[in-house]
Every structure is written in C-alpha cells, then in structure tokens.
C-alpha cells in the first residue's frame, strides 16, 4: 500500500511539474521560470532512476553539544 500512495503521489508532482512548464513555455512565454522547473524536472528524474542518489535511512543527526 505504502508503495502505490509514492507511486501516485510521484504520478501527481510530475503532472504538476509538467503542467508549470507548460505555462511558461506553451502559454505565456517565461524563459527563466521554465528553465528552473525544467532543472527541477530532470533532477529530479535523475535522483529517481540513479538509485545510488537515494538515501538510505534518515537518521537524527550526530550533535557534540549532547555528550
């Protein structure tokens, strides 16, 4: 379950991603505005299918001020 809730909601921030540059490109002309959602876009396709850029576990930190 947990699996098809990423899968759907990863569905759902392309789609949003696309429809942005849709906007600025399509629409009304943004160069800027689509060149950083474009960036966002492959970055994040690329973190997606590179599965060494995936983290492995979240951990809380190492804080020296503690001991």
Do not use: C, Q
């Amino acid at each position: 379950m947990k699996g098809l809730v990423s899968m759907v909601s990863n569905i759902i921030l392309y789609a949003f991603l696309l429809w942005l540059l849709y906007g600025a490109t399509i629409r009304e002309w943004d160069p800027w505005f689509a060149f950083v959602v474009g960036f966002v876009l492959v970055l994040s396709v690329v973190v997606s299918l590179i599965p060494s850029l995936h983290a492995k576990s979240l951990s809380p930190g190492h804080y020296p001020e503690d001991e």
